[in-house]
């Protein structure tokens, strides 16, 4: 037999064979390469991502079952602690060759042991080369018919003769049509005081801001432009940003309509120079499978301790929050931290079943001036039902009063902006918390700190707790008022960060009720505060513990 009749042989069943193996699977011919989940990985019963080499062990089991998916779908075959119907986005084992409907995509590799580098993965993964696929100024889909590259960049901008400055600049987009962002590139970003280039949407249902030309800004970004469109810093100018394949981010008519651009100089030296840096979107009109999301996790109305080598705080979005928001699982594609000049660490958490099943956006020397950017090599799957645990670290040495939160230069933030598809999955996607109240367990009716919304806002009608009439008019609290103001402030709705909450909402809120509870409230808050410190002298005095807490 000739040595080209035996490849021949060979051949054939390998380029004709996995395409019909895909379609007994879900989403068998759209699984994520775990190297760069923006490519495919064709063969997924194989070592090889053409269909090439040995089978994997989800090969194996494959055809152990007779190729019957249902039999295979609640295993583990790589073990990596997701089972292959979580993988291939029928977390619920209902796909079928005859029932093909399916809303989530494939999530990752059931072949593959994911995160493909930690150590757990790293020997089961021993026949896998991820260096091939590292992501790089290839981005396949750039090259498709109808995708237009859409130019925003600096015109001749002087650089300021300071250390750092942060420039900002809105640009309208096109809105002829609908349109999806797929990928992005860096213009003219050889200048070596360019540290980082940024885009965000702004909300469309804001209003047009007719601002346009530079303006200095903050490190950080506010409403309503803060969704992550594309980020790069000088690590990673010559890449650019892909989305996977199917996923696209929605501008024009009924998505983003302008975005704001922001840029970080570096200038230490106080050099002279200009710049046209900027960014190139690549759009295309025909919109893919997926529309991207961005979710944004705050902790706001915080305050840090001056003088400390490292203070936390943190913040979740609960797993009663997920599961009432979320439709059904989102895969995190990309993530970037945000806090000021205090923040040394920053990371989320995936909780899933009250253990942490992932680490997202884990940066332990966070810089504000650079901020690490996650583009993840391995998508990162949330589920309805799993918590989102935000976490900052500060240093506050040499820092003399307490720091506040706040947009400031003298002011700290603690967020994390994720990108995620589908977003039809998660519309509800702003987890923010009022110190360490998550707003979202309020709104869903959850019990916060023995607190409920509805529950409070019946009581201000019919508990005569909250009856503050007569001290609501007068500039002095008087023995009458400050008796009732704490037996009100006794009560969980009104003790602790509870008090601020209500206290900011009592400015937002149209309830008249409300807005005279904390009108009286307000006039005792210096004497209630006394009243408190004498009585817990007191009691330490004593010895003994007594009394409501407040």
């Known amino acids: 037999m000739h040595v080209l009749g035996l490849i021949g042989f060979f051949l054939i069943p390998v380029a004709r064979g996995w395409p019909t193996y895909n379609d007994l699977i879900p989403n068998g011919d759209k699984v994520p390469n775990p190297c760069n989940p923006s490519l495919i990985w064709n063969g997924v019963g194989h070592l090889g ?38 993988e291939l986005g029928d977390p619920n084992c209902e796909w079928s060759t005859s029932n093909r409907n399916l809303s989530l995509p494939a999530f990752s590799h059931p072949g593959v042991c994911e995160p493909w580098d ?84 702004c909300n469309p249902n804001s209003g047009e801001i007719t601002r346009k030309s530079v303006f200095e800004c903050s490190s950080s970004v506010a409403k309503p432009c803060q969704d992550l469109i594309a980020i790069m810093d000088q690590g990673e100018m010559d890449q650019g940003n892909c989305f996977p394949r199917d996923v696209g981010l929605l501008i024009g008519q009924t998505g983003y309509k302008q975005v704001l651009m922001k840029w970080t100089f570096l200038n230490p030296l106080k050099e002279p120079g200009t710049t046209n840096a900027g960014m190139s979107l690549y759009l295309t009109p025909n919109l893919k499978k997926y529309n991207a999301g961005v979710a944004i996790l705050e902790e706001t109305h915080f305050s840090i301790p001056g003088n400390l080598p490292s203070y936390s705080v943190s913040s979740a979005c609960p797993s009663s929050c997920t599961q009432f928001q979320m439709r059904s699982p989102v895969t995190v594609v990309a993530g970037v931290n945000i806090m000021g000049h205090y923040g040394v660490k920053q990371r989320v958490d995936v909780e899933r079943n009250d253990r942490i099943y992932n680490s997202i956006t884990e940066d332990t020397k966070y810089d504000v001036y650079n901020p690490r950017v996650f583009w993840y090599t391995t998508p990162v799957p949330v589920l309805p039902g799993d918590m989102l645990k935000l976490t900052c670290e500060y240093n506050t040495v040499g820092v003399r009063d307490d720091i506040t939160w706040g947009m400031g230069p003298k002011q700290e933030l603690c967020k994390t902006i994720l990108i995620y598809y589908p977003r039809e999955n998660w519309d509800d996607h702003h987890c923010e918390s009022f110190k360490n109240i998550p707003l979202c367990a309020l709104e869903i009716g959850d019990s916060v700190f023995g607190c409920t919304y509805r529950g409070f806002m019946l009581a201000l009608h019919n508990d005569p707790l909250y009856d503050m009439t007569g001290c609501d008019n007068t500039a002095t609290c008087s023995n009458e008022c400050l008796q009732k103001t704490i037996a009100a402030r006794s009560t969980p709705c009104l003790s602790g960060d509870m008090y601020d909450l209500w206290k900011l909402m009592a400015m937002s809120l149209r309830n008249d009720k409300l807005i005279t509870l904390f ?14 410190l004498e009585a817990r002298s007191q009691r330490g005095g004593r010895g003994g513990r007594g009394g409501r807490g407040g």
């Not at 040995?54 to 019957?68: C, E, S």
């Not at 998916?69 to 583990?76: A, Y």
């Not at 009108?519 to 408190?532: N, R």
Request: charged residues 20%; proline residues 5%; glycine residues 6%.
């Open 118 to 201: 930690s150590p757990t993965c790293q020997a089961m993964n021993a026949s896998l080369d991820c260096s091939a696929d590292k992501v790089s100024t290839d981005c396949e889909q750039i090259d498709e018919p109808g995708v237009q590259k859409y130019d925003m960049f600096l015109v001749n901008y002087s650089i300021p003769l300071r250390e750092s400055t942060f420039a900002c600049r809105i640009f309208d987009l096109p809105v002829k049509t609908d349109y999806h962002v797929i990928a992005s590139k860096p213009i003219n970003y050889q200048h070596k005081l360019l540290g980082q280039v940024a885009v965000y949407g």
């Open 49 to 86: 991502p053409y269909g090439s080499g040995p089978r994997n062990q989800f090969g194996h089991d494959f055809i152990k079952a007779n190729k019957i998916w249902s039999d295979i779908c609640r295993l583990d075959s790589d073990g990596d602690g997701k089972y292959n119907g979580l």
């Open 519 to 532: 009108k009286a409230l307000v006039v005792c808050e210096e004497q209630y505060m006394t009243a408190m």
